[in-house]
């Protein structure tokens, strides 16, 4: 009860009317009838004869019936799904007040909660049997105070996401009537409940894509740009989504897909402008201010230093390290990429529930390549090591660097444990030669463990490509899915050693060609060289004008055509170096592809060995110069020979004013390996022509014993050139023992337009090399004698040394 007083000043007075509210509890039910009444009675300040007050007046009002409330009501939100609109369970528990027969559950926000397709976990006791949208009914026995629980599976959560807003009532005496259910008589009721779950909004994905290191960059990286990032490798995952439900600045966008692990390394989070492309590369964007809190757990959380409007289009990217093969297998099942906005309640504020596409992720093959011989130009075997990880691929396809060619037939040699079979594929897009390896016993048996020493064969190119890596990928034939690739360093081709093919190129003028090369194989006799010029050299080679100056050319030469002529060998060919020459005329103007090779074949015509695209050497159109004459007065070892070593100007040279580029500033004289020049003085040179127009000083360097210079001075008073003639010179050497293999002497014509000069017959400023086959020990001597005038400085000299020598003759 309560009682108020009237503080009025003068008494009220009758009839006087009178209203106030109460704030009050009702209590759990309705009272017995006998007490459930309200009295409300007015006493007078003044008491009676026994001291009471007096009742001026008095009523007894009848109350109303208690509706009871539900108590301890939890509604929780089971999952697995949590986000808006997606499908889920739902967990009711409370204690009744009062006994009833079925219960109504209705939410009233967020709106579009569905039950059409929900049912209960006990389908015996708990039975729907009523549902209209958002309203369930369900009949089940309900004790006061019993502990009951309802749970929902299969329910449609709500649109958008937020607060729900629950009512929950029970009853008892409804039936159905004309189709219609008439509810009967309330007991328990929770009306506007908010005591509930947040419903979490949705995340919805609008693009994703995981990308690789190479799928960034497909233009540096074509092939592996192709396929699918690889396990235990970093990549990069790409997201565009919105929200329904605005992230709060201060909350966090969490990305997680164990066991991917996130990193630091990139993390971008964008606004994308409404209506442009989904391309990444192309729209314009606005940074979203952020900063990365934690990366742990297999998840990155970023904390939003602005807020995520509901709707709008984001972009993120995060950094990631893709889980290898074996947590690949630990995780079992599908790996699911988690898009949640979190505050700091029990659910997130937005979330996909991982309800996203699993991106294709591979195995890492380790992959070695290698290779016995990788002549250019050849077919060669090409072992290959492949060790999957835990797949088993029932195909293996084999991608060749740029040149490499598989054969038709590109199994083996010899029988595989591994493969059954071997045929050239479809080029790459890059077109890169491939072929398909099918494993033994395929599709039943896959390839499992190392698999070492795969043969195949391939035609190797000219030379060694600038991207040389091998690839492979291990392929599940009846899916055809990609299991995992590797790739491998690759091998070099390797050229024949030493390669040199020397000779001037004056247009016009016959000039010989001296070759050289160092092979590693060996060719069995009936083998032969197969020579490619460039067009237009008019070749001269047959057994009488081959020079074999280290080859065994028992067999002679023959020019195929213009630019091919073939060297055939009667006996084996070993791995060492040889020499060899014939004759060719440079064409009037240089050769569109002016390279020579040099192939190597066995009796059969499959190449061993080759040299190919050896730069051809500068044609000089403007000047005619020819070899002239390699003398000696002595072969024997350790002795001193008197060399003559000379060239011949056809037609007196330019001025500078026609042919600034094709002036001789010097002349290298360069000996063969072991010999050494005997020049100590100046005065120990003979020049044979007396009209070569030497430097006033220092016009002579034989200072480096295996070679002399000779400066000339062409810019005097006015331009002087070299006149038609002959131009020798004249040294004593010292004959080695035993003779070098490339017994060949040099003498080059050097331009002025290098400062350095020419030391060496491979300096840019060399312009014209002619090579001379030099003697053999016991070879008869030749003479001293030139076919042009003698030098007058020097005549006495010789004079006096030839009467030397004739007399030391006579003597013995």
């Known amino acids: 009860s309560i009682t108020m007083y009237i503080m009025e000043p003068t008494p009220v007075e009758r009839d006087y009317y009178i209203e106030f509210g109460l704030d009050i509890y009702n209590p759990l039910r309705t009272p017995p009838l006998t007490d459930n009444f309200w009295q409300c009675t007015v006493v007078s300040a003044n008491v009676d004869q026994n001291g009471q007050r007096i009742i001026k007046a008095s009523k007894a009002f009848q109350s109303w019936d208690i509706v009871p409330q539900l108590e301890n009501l939890q509604v929780r939100l089971l999952g697995p799904n949590t986000a808006a609109e997606t499908m889920s369970s739902i967990s009711v528990e409370f204690t009744p007040v009062t006994t009833a027969e079925d219960i109504a559950i209705l939410f009233n926000s967020p709106t579009e909660f569905d039950f059409t397709n929900a049912r209960t976990e006990d389908d015996e006791d708990q039975v729907i049997f009523l549902v209209e949208g958002p309203l369930i009914r369900i009949r089940m026995a309900i004790t006061r105070g019993v502990r009951t629980q309802i749970i929902l599976r299969n329910v449609r959560l709500g649109k958008s996401g937020g607060q729900t807003d629950i009512s929950i009532t029970t009853w008892t005496g409804g039936l159905l009537q004309s189709g219609t259910w008439l509810p009967g008589t309330k007991q328990d009721e929770r009306l506007a409940f908010r005591g509930g779950f947040r419903l979490p909004g949705k995340v919805e994905i609008l693009y994703d894509k995981l990308e690789n290191t190479y799928q960034r960059d497909p233009f540096t990286y074509p092939e592996q740009s192709m396929w699918s990032t690889q396990m235990g490798r970093p990549a990069y995952a790409e997201f565009h989504f919105h929200i329904s439900v605005a992230a709060q600045v201060g909350d966090f966008l969490m990305i997680s897909a164990a066991p991917y692990e996130p990193t630091r390394s990139i993390f971008t989070l964008v606004e994308s402008p409404i209506g442009q492309s989904i391309s990444s590369q192309t729209t314009v964007k606005r940074a979203v201010a952020n900063e990365i809190t934690t990366v742990f757990g297999g998840a990155i959380h970023v904390r939003l230093l602005e807020a995520l409007v509901p709707f709008r289009r984001y972009e993120v990217i995060t950094s990631v390290v893709a889980p290898t093969a074996q947590a690949a297998q630990d995780h079992g099942g599908t790996i699911q990429w988690f898009l949640e906005t979190r505050d700091f309640g029990a659910l997130p504020t937005n979330t996909n529930d ?188 047959s057994a009488a004008t081959v020079e074999a100056i280290s080859l065994p050319v028992g067999g002679g030469c023959r020019v195929v055509n213009e630019a091919t002529v073939h060297v055939f060998m009667n006996t084996t060919i070993v791995p060492r170096e040889y020499v060899f020459a014939f004759y060719v005329t440079p064409p009037a103007a240089a050769p569109l592809f002016n390279e020579l090779s040099i192939i190597l074949r066995d009796p059969a015509g ?141 003498i080059s014509l050097c331009s002025p337009n290098y400062p350095e000069g020419c030391s060496q017959i491979t300096d840019p400023a060399v312009m014209a090399t002619f090579a001379m086959p030099g003697f053999n020990l016991g070879d008869p001597a030749n003479g001293l004698t030139l076919t042009s005038g003698t030098d007058r400085r020097f005549s006495a000299s010789v004079l006096w040394s030839f009467v030397l020598v004739m007399v030391g003759l006579c003597q013995n």
Request: hydrophobic share 40%.
């Open 354 to 541: 991982g309800n996203s596409r699993e991106f294709p992720i591979v195995e890492e093959y380790l992959f070695v390549v290698t290779a016995v011989r990788s002549p250019p130009l050849a077919e060669i075997i090409v072992s290959l090591d492949v060790t999957p990880a835990l797949a088993s691929p029932t195909a293996l396809r084999v991608i060749a660097p740029l040149g490499f060619n598989f054969t038709e037939t590109c199994y083996g040699p010899g029988e595989s444990q591994y493969i059954s079979e071997c045929v050239p594929g479809q080029p790459t897009p890059s077109g890169r030669s491939t072929a398909e390896l099918t494993v033994r016993g395929a599709p039943a048996v896959g390839l499992q463990g190392a698999a070492r020493g795969i043969l195949v064969r391939v035609q190797s190119p000219s030379q060694t490509p600038v991207a040389r890596e091998w690839f492979i990928e291990g392929i599940d034939v009846l899916s055809d899915r990609q299991l995992g690739w590797g790739q491998a360093a690759g091998i070099d081709v390797l050229p024949m050693q030493d390669t040199m093919a020397i000779y001037p190129g004056f247009t016009g003028v016959r000039s010989r060609i001296v070759w050289r090369f160092r092979t590693r194989e060996m060719v069995q006799a009936g083998g032969y060289l197969d020579i490619r010029l460039p067009f237009g050299f008019a070749p001269e080679c």
């Open 606 to 746: 499959a190449v061993s060995d080759a040299a190919v695209s050896i730069p051809g050497s500068r044609i000089l159109e403007k000047l005619r110069i020819r070899e002239g004459q390699l003398l000696w007065t002595s072969t024997k070892a350790n002795r001193v020979s008197t060399m003559t070593i000379s060239f011949e100007v056809l037609e007196s040279l330019p001025d500078l004013v026609v042919a600034p580029e094709q002036q001789i500033d010097e002349i290298l004289i360069t000996l063969p390996n072991d010999f050494v020049h005997l020049v100590e003085k100046p005065t120990d040179l003979q020049l044979m022509n007396e009209n070569m127009p030497l430097r006033d000083v220092d016009y002579v360097d034989y200072f480096q014993k295996d070679r002399i210079r000779i400066s000339l001075e062409l810019n005097r008073s006015s331009w002087v050139t070299l006149k038609s003639g002959s131009y020798g010179f004249r040294f004593n050497v010292m004959v080695p023992s035993p003779m070098p293999t490339f017994n060949v002497w040099f």
